[in-house]
């Protein structure tokens, strides 16, 4: 299993030599081992905003469940350390902390859950400015862990049958909160308001 480095090591989430890979341009990849799934998940979208802005508001983890609608809420424990609130079935919740383990200012942000942690996940963000000074290539990978049995299926729905999608749509709405202040409403978001990026560029209270 690829690994997320620290310092100047490249981030990558790669997939094992036994992974079976899904004909998505999303670079979505399944593997089964020892009676988990491992789901790996990469894409990337342009947005029209200068990398240290998007950096900034990405960095504030806080952010994160305007625009990635399986996520309840985070909460910002320490400079290193957050925790995770995620969407379950019949109203519930799962929750895990995760640890930042790569951050270099305007590029690079990666994150790791905790040892022991309910959902075992991990991801990074990429911010490179675009050719032709169109914005910034914002890239995503993350990778998440599932058990089996009881827990397994609901931290599934978690994430739904399409997770590729899902990491798609959430990027999408990520690029639509920094380029106009407000996401397109769905059904799932539609009564919790429009998120607003802050306007001096400084975090969100």
């Not at 480095?5 to 079976?20: F, I, K, Q, Y």
């Not at 930042?100 to 859950?113: C, F, K, Q, T, Y």
Request: charged share 25%.
């Amino acid at each position: 299993m690829g690994s997320l480095g620290r310092g100047g090591a490249d981030v990558s989430l790669e997939g094992a030599a036994d992974s079976v890979v899904a004909p998505s341009v999303l670079g979505l990849s399944f593997q089964l081992r020892e009676g988990r799934k491992i789901v790996d998940v990469k894409t990337a979208v342009t947005v029209n905003k200068a990398p240290d802005e998007l950096y900034r508001y990405w960095h504030d983890f806080a952010h994160l469940p305007q625009f990635m609608d399986h996520l309840e809420s985070v909460q910002v424990v320490s400079a290193q350390r957050s925790h995770w609130k995620a969407k379950a079935p019949a109203g519930t919740t799962v929750e895990w902390d995760a640890d930042i383990v790569d951050d270099r200012p305007n590029e690079v942000i990666a994150w790791r859950s905790v040892e022991g942690a309910a959902v075992r996940n991990e991801g990074s963000v990429r911010f490179t400015p675009a050719p032709g000074g169109r914005g910034t290539e914002v890239r995503v990978e993350m990778r998440y862990d599932v058990p089996g049995g009881a827990l397994g299926a609901t931290i599934a729905k978690l994430f739904g049958e399409e997770p590729g999608q899902q990491a798609r749509d959430d990027l999408r709405c990520f690029k639509q909160v920094m380029e106009t202040g407000e996401k397109t409403m769905s059904e799932a978001t539609a009564s919790s308001g429009a998120a607003q990026p802050p306007e001096d560029g400084s975090s969100a209270s």
